[in-house]
């Protein structure tokens, strides 16, 4: 008799599937509800208008020139560098809080904590202060998701609201000011309230060398990327130019790129559209918008996170200064509220298996104090 195997094949094909369903979650549930809702509203010449073509040129830019910088260890090499000179492990702490909170600005929350949680775990294995893991990991999510608030650029619903309502640069940080200088101050005051200013030696390591030529090469790219996020030049420029150049200087970084973030965008501009065609939704969220578009915007993120709640109440609004407010505080919270915060319950579950609870008790507290007390400010 012959043996049959055929079963052996399919195996790996269903591990791919759930490998991938499990890292793209987000992508999923996006391209469900675009498929949902367009039963309700069929496919016509009114979907080309959902899309915010400018907002996915910008991010596919700053994404791969973030990439091609990474892969030269670019963010890796100045943060260490940095932690190196702080002398405890409060100052140490503070240091990796402050390169994740500007390295949000620049590069986008999630690619900061990609870039720091592993500094952060980095330095507390080696010096012994293995304690204030959760402490820390907590307090660079917090960081990552509220650095980004200042810039148009620093998160990915910030550039599309930006974009969306052509908001004036001043008149974006100016919104945004006064809750970026509170949530300094609350991170910073953590940081006194809760570790000890004990003496600690990190290790000096040879440091690494950084390319000249490819580090200014990138460093152009990246400003240039900024300039279009700013409507300095059009964005069809950086769509040319941008790939041009890293085909040939860094392939690798081309492939890199979170395609997975981009069609996300393109699932939830369709959901979002489709939603604001049908009558009873418009009519609701319309409605509930009018009342608070604060509060409501930044309760909506609790449930569907923040990047989706942008793309999609920013439909029944004209009210883009508490929308923007209310989608970047709210990116504080629950697990679900920044898709960010995921990255660093897998990054801390995968350091520290047994700390899942502890971890989900300390990350709950302090993101819903953060989120309470920027709620109250903003709001004034």
Do not use: W
Not at 54 to 65: S, V
Not at 116 to 142: C, D, H, K, W
Not at 302 to 310: E, K, L, M, R, Y
Not at 338 to 350: G, H, K, M, V
Request: charged share 10%; aromatic share 12%; with cysteine.
């Amino acid at each position: 008799m012959v043996a049959h195997h055929h079963p052996r094949h399919h195996l790996p094909d269903l591990h791919h599937i759930l490998s991938f369903a499990k890292a793209n979650v987000v992508l999923i549930v996006a391209f469900l509800a675009a498929c949902v809702t367009a039963t309700v509203v069929p496919p016509d010449a009114g979907y080309l208008s959902y899309f915010d073509f400018k907002t996915l040129t910008c991010l596919f830019c700053t994404l791969a020139i973030i990439c091609a910088l990474r892969n030269i260890r670019f963010f890796t090499v100045i943060a260490e560098k940095l932690v190196c000179l702080t002398g405890s492990i409060r100052r140490a702490i503070l240091a990796i809080l402050c390169i994740t909170f500007i390295g949000s600005m620049l590069i986008a929350n999630d690619m900061a904590l990609i870039t720091f949680l592993p500094l952060g775990y980095l330095v507390l294995s080696s010096t012994g202060q293995e304690r204030y893991m959760a402490f820390t990991f907590i307090m660079q999510n917090i960081a990552a998701n509220l650095g980004g608030m200042l810039t148009p650029f620093g998160n990915p619903q910030n550039l599309f609201l930006y974009n969306k309502f052509t908001i004036p640069t001043g008149e974006f940080i100016g919104i945004m000011l006064l809750p970026f200088l509170v949530s300094i101050g609350l991170i910073v005051l953590s940081c006194f309230l809760f570790v000890k200013d004990q003496p600690i030696t990190l290790q000096k390591k040879e440091a690494a060398r950084l390319p000249a030529k490819r580090t200014a090469l990138y460093l152009v790219l990246f400003a240039l990327s900024i300039v279009i996020v700013f409507r300095v030049i059009p964005y069809v420029i950086g769509l040319i130019l941008i790939p041009a150049v890293l085909i040939i200087a860094d392939r690798k970084a081309l492939k890199q790129v979170d395609y997975g973030l981009l069609l996300t965008f393109v699932c939830f501009f369709i959901f979002a559209g489709n939603m604001s065609r049908i009558d009873a939704v418009n009519d609701l969220l319309s409605a509930l918008l009018s009342k608070n578009t604060l509060l409501f915007s930044a309760f909506s993120c609790q449930f569907i996170s923040n990047v989706p709640s942008a793309i999609l109440l920013s439909e029944f609004t004209m009210n883009y200064r508490e929308l923007l407010l209310g989608v970047n505080i709210g990116g504080t919270g629950t697990l679900i509220a920044s898709l960010a915060s995921l990255i660093t319950f897998r990054q801390y579950t995968a350091f520290n298996p047994g700390g899942t609870k502890k971890y989900l008790v300390l990350f709950s507290a302090f993101n819903f104090a953060f989120l309470g007390i920027l709620a109250v400010v903003c709001s004034l």
